[in-house]
């Protein structure tokens, strides 16, 4: 009988799992191997490397190394602010951080991490089972029975008081929770400490260049240990304002929603049109749409200008008829709603359905644009949006086109080729010259430059044809992303390059290996042969992760 495969993913966990410490990668390696006898792969350190990081159950830090992450945060304490409402209303709201605490492998069953509803110890009190963890981007009540209300209310609490939140095993699913009165708070102390978590917020922010999002920065200070500390620290959103998290937005042009801030004008903007929120209308209205057609009056709301393509006399005396009575939605088979949708949409008005807009109901009316889909896509986030299947779809087309790319053979005839350096821009010593025709994919460069380094074309990766990384409005994103703009649609050709042209690789955007692209030449009339190739290469061997020895790859 052959032997059964040894399952490294299984080591990888068992090995962080049962030790003490924290481990670097090395000395998760070195255990991995131990404990498999001996058998190796063709690159244990990335076979290792690989299962850490598609672990929920395992967190990573650069200061501290890999834990098991419910062990991890054992110790940790968070405060909450006990509010007016949550008194009134019996209702305690917790954020991305304290959601981390109880759920710390994320909603879902895991194959590792933990398993069940957490239990919370009261101060003094009985211990009570919390109900589902709700998750992120919906509700953020925290479910609790009437026991813990009975308890909160003979602590005497008052508004502005605070409860501690702290992780006594969250293995075992226990914590505890304590009252605290505003009276005995340490102000001064516990201000200093919120300073720290700010910087460390923001420095890891920094540290990922803007890509990442609250719950990664969540999780990422809760096993940092600066939560151990005490006294706990404010609440973090009293802390992450937009002074805060404003400048991290505008330098790196990410979405203030990802970084648990917002956008005052587009949430306004999908309030009034989602959420029923009157319009201002202390602003002049000019008419909506296009500047000829129809017009149509909506009212106090304003007006909309353009030919929709039914009888414009029918639709007025329909939209004045909704007016009349808006608490009665406009049925589905009203064979006027897509106009009337069309006009409430353009004039930020909510949906007269009585539901929110589908995403692909707001692509039809604004079109497709980059800027448009970020829009969707924060309504999305904030639960104003519903994300359907066509919508979806509309992502999703284009995907099966990668199927359909010929595979790179000779060519028996002549092409337009170009030659492009690629320099790593931080080690510019290390360059390959890749020769390419401009009928050929920016994927097909993709994987002639991991072919060229002998890289293992394992992370997400894209071109950016400005001067800076991370720029949405020039970014060409891989096949498997979001961006209308993708690689797998683009050719070499469409981009108009020109000679001494430059433009950017960005792959990995963990470790953000940046390469500079530059058109040495174009070749109008190729000859037969394999494209995209490398015909020259300088610097030798470029180590792909940091800390990788020659002989890994050797050996790969």
């Known amino acids: 009988m052959a032997k059964p495969k040894t399952n490294f993913t299984e080591l990888t966990h068992h090995v962080v799992r049962d030790a003490a410490e924290l481990l670097s990668l090395d000395q998760i390696v070195a255990r991995v191997l131990r404990l498999s006898g001996g058998e190796t792969t063709k690159n244990l350190k990335q076979t290792v490397r690989s299962a850490l990081g598609q672990s929920s159950a395992i967190i990573y830090t650069p200061e501290r190394g890999y834990g098991w992450k419910s062990r991890v945060l054992n110790g940790a304490v968070q405060r909450l602010v006990i509010l007016e409402a949550d008194l009134a209303d ?10 981390d605490l109880l759920q710390p492998n994320g909603p879902g069953d895991h194959t590792y991490g933990v398993r069940g509803l957490p239990q919370l110890e009261l101060a003094g009190g009985p211990t009570i089972e919390v109900g589902p963890i709700p998750r992120p981007f919906e509700d953020d009540l925290l479910s609790l029975p009437d026991i813990f209300w009975e308890w909160l209310e003979g602590q005497g609490a008052q508004p502005g008081d605070s409860l501690l939140l702290s992780v006594i095993d969250a293995e075992a699913r226990r914590y505890g929770l304590c009252y605290e009165p505003a009276t005995a708070r340490d102000e001064q102390a516990i201000a200093a400490r919120g300073q720290q978590v700010v910087d460390a917020a923001v420095s890891f922010v920094h540290r990922a260049r803007g890509r990442t999002m609250i719950s990664e920065i969540a999780a990422h200070l809760n096993a940092s ?24 937005v505008d330098e790196y042009d990410v979405s203030p929603y990802m970084l648990g801030g917002y956008d005052e004008m587009a949430e306004g903007v999908l309030n009034q049109m989602l959420g029923g929120a009157p319009l201002d209308l202390s602003a002049p209205i000019n008419p909506a749409g296009y500047d000829e057609g129809p017009i149509i009056s909506v009212g106090e709301h304003g007006s909309y200008q353009g030919d929709l393509g039914v009888d414009p006399q029918l639709l007025q005396a329909r ?26 949409a353009a004039m930020a008005l909510p949906s007269p359905t009585g539901s929110p807009y589908l995403a692909s109901q707001l692509v039809a009316f604004f079109g497709d644009e980059d800027e448009i889909l970020d829009w969707i896509e924060h309504g999305a986030e904030l639960g104003m949006v519903t994300i359907d299947p066509a919508y979806e779809a509309l992502l999703d087309e284009g995907l099966d086109i990668i ?9 028996s005839g002549t092409s337009r080729t170009l030659v492009l350096r690629v320099t790593y821009r931080y080690k510019p010593e290390f360059w390959r010259e890749i020769e390419i025709a401009d009928d050929q994919y920016l994927n097909d460069l993709h994987l002639a430059i991991q072919r060229a380094f002998a890289w293992d074309n394992d992370h997400l990766y894209s071109f950016y044809m ?36 430059k433009f950017l690789y960005l792959f990995d955007f963990g470790d953000d290996h940046l390469f500079d692209i530059q058109v040495l030449k ?20 470029l180590i792909q992760y940091e ?10």
């Open 403 to 411: 199927e359909q790319h010929p595979e790179s053979g000779p060519r």
């Open 522 to 541: 174009i070749n109008p009339k190729a000859p037969p042969g394999v494209y995209p190739r490398v015909v020259g290469d300088h610097g030798g061997l």
């Open 547 to 556: 800390g990788e020895e020659e002989e890994d790859w050797e050996d790969a």
């Open 319 to 344: 939209i004045d008829e909704f007016l009349k009575t808006p608490d009665q939605p406009i049925p589905a088979d009203d064979p006027l709603l897509p106009a009337i949708c069309t006009i409430f």
């Open 90 to 99: 019996h209702e305690l709201m917790i954020d991305d951080f304290q959601r």
């Open 466 to 501: 400005g001067k800076r990384p991370y720029d949405a409005k020039t970014e060409i994103g891989a096949p498997s992303s979001q961006n209308r703009r993708r690689a797998d649609i683009l050719t070499l050709g469409d981009l108009n390059l020109r000679a001494k042209q």
């Open 225 to 248: 240990g600066i939560f151990h500390q005490t006294p706990a620290p404010p609440p973090f959103g009293d802390l992450w304002t937009p002074e805060v998290w404003g400048p991290i």
